[in-house]
DNA sequence: GCTAAAGCGGAGCGACCGCTCCGCTTCGCT
DNA sequence: AGCGAAGCGGAGCGGTCGCTCCGCTTTAGC
């Protein structure tokens, strides 16, 4: 038996808003980054302060909503690199996309490292994605191209690299932060390896930055 | 002759309180970064506002003024490594003590690319450091260990994605930067070298981007 | 010890931020 | 057409920030 209150339809002309509310966040979110003020997205959108709240009940709430979309050409890139035959083919090009919609949606920025619990569906596709993330780092360490020591874990120190260069510079030079890959793409691959003085970090010391993003 | 004001000496207790307010400023901006709020400086240092901006007439010059030693020790290290020998252990040395100097005083991060104007001192020690870097990394390509490609201005690059992972891990994992400077390091060696996708920064696309950073 | 100038503290300004509250408007059903 | 409920806008709250202003205190030279 289902205790579920059936949501009633919205009213017409909360839809409305609601779209609109939805369209200009996600068109300023892209462009700027989720540091863009809840008040210039809803004067974007034309409508209130209350009309914003009642549709999305915290700030983090309507990024996580207006992301969505970005989640799932997310999950796709990496999907598609794992389709690639070629292992190491398939790991470049998964940093290239992924960081490519970081450049197209400066929102992402974040996600990856994102505070726990605010944003559940970002959280929800990290998790679904690190089974795919593992197997795509071991089997390109299976065929030798990409280097031994290299850990899952270190893939936040890869993205949280780039996506400075990407904020950096993103005004200026929108594409540098190809160059910035292109380099630590040469330091990954197994015939460049030379002993990593420290070890990777742990999946839970990860969850403890996480937790602990302002 | 010099039309210039001798500066009055300090009354006594002036002095004093400048010196508590650099020594607080110091301890702070080193522990936690340049966003510890001048109200919690004032506070430790014991002073009320109106003495601390008496001394120094914003935010930025104190920043300035207290991270004089660092800058010093910055151009040191930089020395220290033109000093070595073997070019790329100079190059790599240099590296490491810079980050090292980023993770014992936090505040150093965004002087590589710190606003304009807002910090002489800050940009002084960067023009006057250009050209070292400069020896520094042709010296080593010269030797054949740095890879050819490589020019001046990638070098804000590497320190902004060092500083990142510094960043967010500096209280969880103080030395993991080590581990993504290894894998930059690989990616640098001239054996290691494939063809980089885009071109570097300009020196002056350098300057537009710390004119921006916000 | 007196006094003028130098120095002092901290309340408060203005600009932001995310978010709340509530009187008024509009919708949609009868 | 009438009406209750759903939805609406936006002033304003409480917080942070860097910084200013000014009445009061302390210092130092005589």
């Given at each position: 038996?289902?205790?579920?209150?059936?949501?009633?339809?919205?009213?017409?002309?909360?839809?409305?808003?609601?779209?609109?509310?939805v369209?200009?966040?996600?068109?300023?979110?892209?462009?700027r980054?989720?540091?863009?003020?809840?008040?210039?997205?809803?004067?974007?959108?034309g409508?209130?302060?209350?009309?914003?709240y009642?549709?999305f009940?915290?700030?983090?709430?309507?990024?996580?909503?207006v992301?969505?979309?970005?989640?799932?050409?997310?999950a796709?890139?990496?999907?598609h690199?794992?389709?690639?035959?070629?292992?190491?083919r398939?790991?470049?090009?998964?940093?290239?996309?992924?960081?490519?919609?970081h450049?197209?949606?400066?929102?992402?920025?974040?996600?990856?490292?994102?505070r726990?619990?605010?944003r559940?569906r970002?959280?929800?596709v990290?998790?679904?994605?690190?089974?795919?993330?593992?197997?795509?780092i071991?089997?390109?360490?299976?065929?030798?191209?990409?280097?031994?020591?290299?850990?899952?874990?270190?893939?936040?120190?890869?993205?949280?690299?780039?996506?400075?260069?990407?904020?950096?510079?993103?005004?200026?030079?929108?594409e540098?932060?190809?160059?910035?890959?292109?380099?630590?793409?040469?330091?990954?691959?197994?015939?460049?390896?030379?002993?990593?003085?420290?070890?990777?970090?742990?999946?839970?010391?990860?969850?403890?930055?996480?937790?602990s993003?302002?």
């Amino acid at each position: 038996m289902s205790t579920q209150t059936a949501p009633r339809p919205l009213r017409s002309d909360a839809s409305r808003n609601r779209e609109r509310i939805v369209a200009s966040a996600r068109r300023l979110f892209a462009a700027r980054g989720a540091d863009v003020s809840v008040d210039e997205i809803r004067r974007d959108a034309g409508v209130g302060m209350g009309t914003l709240y009642r549709h999305f009940a915290t700030k983090d709430e309507l990024l996580d909503a207006v992301l969505e979309d970005a989640y799932g050409e997310w999950a796709q890139a990496l999907q598609h690199a794992l389709a690639e035959p070629d292992a190491w083919r398939g790991f470049c090009e998964y940093l290239e996309q992924a960081l490519a919609l970081h450049v197209a949606n400066r929102a992402l920025k974040g996600v990856v490292a994102g505070r726990d619990g605010a944003r559940p569906r970002a959280e929800a596709v990290r998790a679904r994605l690190w089974p795919l993330l593992r197997e795509l780092i071991e089997r390109a360490q299976r065929q030798g191209s990409l280097r031994e020591d290299f850990a899952p874990e270190d893939m936040p120190l890869l993205f949280w690299s780039c996506d400075r260069v990407i904020d950096a510079a993103a005004d200026t030079s929108p594409e540098i932060w190809r160059r910035h890959l292109g380099i630590l793409l040469d330091g990954l691959r197994a015939e460049a390896a030379t002993p990593l003085p420290v070890a990777p970090l742990t999946r839970a010391q990860l969850t403890r930055i996480a937790r602990s993003r302002r």
